[in-house]
């Protein structure tokens, strides 16, 4: 079962029902009291603080709440909104916990009334959520996810709340998911579920987190797991967005606010209706116990038998503009021998198409032109899959050193030599800073107009990296810290990144801006891994 149709996420818990039993009362009422304090304060600013109370009826000269309109009551409301939890810790540690906060003012005013929260639906469901808990199956079998997201979007359906929802958090505690109820696995089998969530919501904003088994079904990846035991992150977060104005899918849900003598909390809408869409087509139920393969959908994969969906339905629903990959973890993985030859679970290579063996088709969006990656300590072979097959983009953000205090937790750090991750993470940003630095650069990184990183530059090689910039010339100077930025002339604004013949120097192409986060003096230095990429020191 889901963790309840949770609202905004700045709400921690399930939704509240319009009035509790008896017994209940006495929990509730401080509640109620504290959400009509809060709303008595956003309106003083507008009437000031003597002409405001919530006595019914009012006093001539005094205004009272409850007889202010629908319209006003919304627009007090909204200002009780805060920021969505989520979009504060997706630089973090992942964890299904993301979206919990210690402030829930929009829940307790839900709490007052049936009319105050028929004004507040919209603001309470604006930034959805919804966690799916570990499975308490006896049998081990896989969560099928469009049984626990069906009463939800009956829900959305039933209560006009189609235009409203602009971002969805969708959060899975299990490895094993299913897409359709026979629990048979099949190439891109979530295609009908993403189909089933985007004809009734249109969010702008689409947030996963889950474990990185799960998330590849869910992205239609294939993640490998034979060295999962190596690493300890549990979850992986993959956010993608898109401008608010862009392939809008126009929904017209006839009426407005729910009926508020209605009990909002159940669903219309059936399960098997909603589900029914799901059911796999005749021609396509497995055989002989196979999944079933079928030459539109797959990509094989030479001589060996293996298949991968021709593409990824979750990144051809919509023109995703921006995306964001964390990892999560990488630390446990220093504690074994040999550890740049363990692969972590993962959906980057099929992200960006890359094995070994094979030339793989991309799944990451062509439209996609902002990405971000994150993770603890990622080991240099691991990100190579990323910095040696950048997609084509504007912008890309690097962090690799935690913000908690995981260096300082002696069980997570057990039998890690102390030295090791901070020598991968120079080897990784060692290796974009050569490709930045070719003469010309090559590849995506020709395009690449901001570099930006989440982690402070080592103090030494950013000095170098001052005098190396002053060689390149090309209207470039230190705007502080960690961070060059560029001026262009109209000649350097002419030119084009697709002339292959431009042999200008290196950063000379489109970057715009390099940015670290500040400078520091790293445990392990930078600065000797810089020497060759960027030209001995004179």
């Known amino acids: 079962m889901v963790d309840s149709v949770v609202p905004t996420e700045a709400v921690n818990g399930p939704l509240p029902a319009t009035s509790k039993p008896h017994g209940e009362a006495s929990a509730v009422l401080p ?54 939890p989520s ?18 003012d929009l829940k307790a005013v839900s709490l007052v009334s049936k009319r105050w929260r028929t004004a507040i639906l919209p603001s309470l469901f604006r930034h959805s959520r919804l966690i799916v ?21 009956g829900f959305v359906r039933k209560n006009s709340l189609q235009e409203v929802i602009s971002s969805l958090v969708l959060g899975v505690s299990d ?89 909002d909390t159940k669903c219309d809408v059936p399960l098997d209706k ?32 293996v298949t991968r969906a021709a593409k990824s339905a979750l990144f051809e629903i919509r023109p995703w503009t921006t995306l964001l990959l964390n990892e999560g973890s990488f630390v446990k993985a220093y504690s074994a021998d040999e550890f740049w030859l363990r692969q972590p679970p993962s959906i980057l290579p099929e992200l960006l198409g890359v094995d070994q063996t ?96 989440g982690d402070a530059a080592d103090e030494g090689a950013w000095l170098m990296a001052i005098e190396f910039v002053k060689r390149a010339g090309a209207g470039w100077f230190v705007e502080g810290p960690g961070a060059f930025v560029r001026e262009l002339d109209d000649a350097m604004l002419a030119t084009d990144p697709e002339d292959e013949d431009d042999d200008r120097s290196a950063f000379q192409r489109s970057l715009l801006r390099w940015a670290w986060n500040g400078t520091t003096s790293l445990p392990v230095s930078a600065y000797p891994m810089y020497e060759m990429p960027m ?4």
Request: aromatic fraction near 8%; hydrophobic fraction near 40%.
């Open 31 to 84: 509640v109620a009291e504290n959400a009509i304090s809060l709303v008595s304060d956003a309106l003083i600013p507008m009437f000031g603080a003597s002409a405001i109370t919530t006595n019914d009826p009012p006093k001539s000269t005094n205004i009272s709440i409850e007889n202010l309109p629908n319209e006003l009551l919304t627009n007090i409301f909204v200002n009780l909104d805060s920021a969505q």
């Open 87 to 104: 979009s504060l810790g997706l630089l973090e540690e992942p964890a299904l916990e993301l979206t919990k906060a210690n402030s829930a």
């Open 133 to 153: 808990p570990a499975s308490e199956s006896k049998d081990d079998l896989p969560c099928v996810l469009v049984e626990e997201i069906a009463p939800f979007l």
């Open 175 to 263: 490895e094993k998911i299913a897409g359709y109820s026979d629990r048979v696995q099949r190439l891109n089998e979530f295609a009908g579920f993403w189909d089933l969530i985007f004809q009734t919501i249109d969010p702008v904003e689409l947030l996963l987190i889950a474990p990185p088994v799960a998330l590849g079904a869910l992205t239609s990846c294939i993640v490998s797991t034979i060295d999962a035991g190596s690493f300890d992150a549990p979850y992986h977060y993959l956010q993608l967005q898109r401008p608010p104005d862009v392939l809008g899918t126009g929904f017209d849900n006839g009426s407005s606010a729910p009926d508020p003598s209605s009990d």
């Open 274 to 305: 909603l589900a029914e869409r799901l059911e796999p087509e005749p021609n396509h139920a497995p055989q002989g116990g196979q999944s079933p393969l079928h030459s539109h959908d797959e990509q094989a994969l030479g001589e060996l038998g």
């Open 358 to 453: 094979f030339s793989l088709k991309p799944y990451i969006s062509p439209t996609i032109r902002d990405m971000s990656y994150i993770g603890i300590f990622p080991t240099v072979t691991h990100f190579a899959t990323l910095g040696q097959h950048m997609p084509r983009l504007d912008r890309l953000y690097l962090q690799f050193v935690p913000r908690n205090d995981i260096l300082e937790d002696e069980t997570r750090m057990d039998q890690v030599e102390a030295e090791d991750p901070w020598m991968e993470r120079n080897s990784c940003y060692a290796l974009v800073m050569r490709e930045l630095s070719n003469t010309p650069p090559l590849g995506n990184y020709r395009y690449l107009k901001v570099f930006e990183s």
């Open 535 to 538: 030209g001995g020191m004179t």
